[in-house]
């Protein structure tokens, strides 16, 4: 993962996104729940066009969300792949 164009807190960041041929002022943005070098969860994206940012509260949802995926143990994410609540994306693929 490159450099993090926001930290938001709490374990959230907000990264932004180019859209191809556009650069990233007509990009994306992803909010993504990331723990440095244990892993990170995609959980919201947007176009910048509809979207310009999330609101405060939306913030606060995001922060107890990282808080209580961070806090799983590697079974517990293990069982929640198995029942297709979490997809797990790897960058080899």
Known sequence: MGAIDA???GGV?????????????GG???IILF??????FFVYGFAKSERENIAPD???????SARS???????EIEALLDEEVLTE?????
């Open 7 to 9: 930290d938001l807190g």
């Open 89 to 93: 994306i790897n960058d080899e693929d």
């Open 58 to 64: 939306e913030q606060v949802v995001f922060k107890k």
């Open 13 to 25: 960041i907000k990264q932004q996104l180019a859209r191809p041929g556009q650069g990233k002022s």
């Open 28 to 30: 994306y943005r992803s």
């Open 35 to 40: 723990r440095n070098g244990e892993r990170a």
């Open 69 to 75: 995926l961070f806090a799983l143990s590697e079974m």
